[in-house]
């Protein structure tokens, strides 16, 4: 399975852009990018997912990189109930097993 | 909607003892997963189930098993609870080969085992 490799935490001041890094270098061709969040003491939530192109939702953007070894999430206005951790997952649509293998993510942190 | 339900939300075990954690969604996915978390840690992978009548393992595996009774439930027993076994479990589903790909997660099961 291919891997992602995101910081390990992160800041940004309330109402402003947040812009949260991932690479997956050994993605394959196939792979889709998968964001989802954890809030304290609840289960992961989708985000956002993409396979070449930049996606756009009510929560976030995502941008993807021409070569697709890398990936942002991107917050366009960040409150502090986007305080979580953020995971970047890559999902196979050929491997016949769909699995989500996760890393250990990124904690955002919102400052007031 | 309910989306996905486990239970016991929380649960204390002894060293030895087993049980069960029972996962069940409303939303006809064909695809359920169990994972669990360690504090300060990410999700692993233990087992998941690409249909009906269908079972792997994942990650890490070792200690449990797994049943997909039917299109809506999936369990995870633990045989012979061991202290590494405290964590949270999470059960999610997924509709596979659909545009929208999204894993929607239950709110998870505290187990602790002394």
């Known amino acids: 399975d291919a891997k992602t490799t995101q910081p390990n935490s992160m800041e940004s001041n309330e109402e402003e852009p947040v812009h949260l890094p991932c690479n997956h270098s050994?993605?394959?061709?196939?792979?889709?990018i998968h964001w989802y969040r954890q809030l304290p003491s609840q289960g992961p939530e989708y985000v956002i997912h993409?396979?070449?192109s930049n996606v756009n939702n009510r929560m976030a953007s995502l941008a993807i990189a021409e070569d697709r070894k890398s990936s942002t999430l991107i917050l366009h206005r960040a409150t502090l109930r986007d305080a979580a951790v953020y995971y970047c997952?890559?999902?196979?649509?050929?491997?016949?097993?769909?699995?989500?293998?996760f890393g250990t993510g990124t904690r955002l942190k919102v400052l007031a | 909607n309910a989306g996905v339900t486990q239970t016991p939300k929380f649960q204390v075990l002894k060293t030895g003892q087993s049980m069960t954690l029972q996962c069940a969604q409303d939303?006809?996915?064909?695809?359920m997963y169990w994972y669990r978390q360690d504090p300060g840690m990410g999700l692993r992978l233990i087992y998941y189930?690409?249909?009906?009548?269908?079972?792997d393992k994942g990650e890490v595996p070792n200690g449990y098993n797994v049943s997909r009774l039917n299109k809506r439930e999936f369990s995870l027993r633990l045989e012979s609870a061991a202290p590494s076994q405290t964590s949270v479990y999470f059960c999610?589903?997924?509709?596979?080969?659909?545009?929208?790909?999204?894993?929607?997660f239950g709110q998870g099961t505290r187990l602790t085992v002394v």
């Open positions: 993409g396979l070449t």
């Open positions: 189930s690409a249909s009906e009548g269908t079972t």
């Open positions: 999610a589903s997924t509709q596979e080969r659909a545009m929208n790909t999204e894993a929607f």
């Open positions: 997952i890559l999902r196979s649509i050929t491997s016949g097993t769909y699995k989500y293998i």
């Open positions: 050994t993605i394959s061709g196939t792979d889709y």
């Open positions: 939303m006809n996915h064909n695809s």
